[in-house]
């Protein structure tokens, strides 16, 4: 049985900052591309960043490049995503997704494993 569960989120205001974790049970993350996505009401669930096996290949949109940063704690088997500078229309629920898969694909279709989502609210 394969459960990925995001943790982190919250209530933030502009300017402020949150780390986002995802960890797994079942699957081995370490072993995984892993992606981040969100879906806000309303809009098309999107993709926000993702990592390699190998740390080697990664993807931010180029809207995000500069505040957010993924990054893998290998001896924990977790992978981060950290936020800064943080905007009220970063408000949406993130979502932790997993794959077998030789590089980073930002189409949450390619992702066979996903987390329930943790919300991130940005407001003041």
């Known amino acids: 049985q394969v459960q990925v569960v995001e943790s982190g989120g919250g209530l933030v205001q502009p300017g402020g900052s949150l780390r986002l974790s995802c960890a797994a049970s079942g699957i081995t993350l370490n072993d995984h591309v892993v992606g981040w996505f969100r879906q806000a009401p309303g809009k098309e669930r999107e993709g926000v960043s993702c990592?390699?096996?190998?740390?080697?290949?990664?993807y931010y949109p180029s809207s995000l490049k500069g505040r957010f940063t993924i990054s893998r704690d290998h001896g924990k088997n977790l992978v981060y995503l950290e936020m800064n500078s943080l905007k009220p229309e970063d408000t949406a629920v993130y979502y932790c997704g997993a794959v077998i898969a030789s590089m980073c694909v930002d189409y949450p279709e390619f992702f066979d494993y996903w987390g329930q989502g943790t919300q991130v609210t940005v407001s003041s």
């Open positions: 990592i390699s096996r190998s740390d080697s290949d990664s």
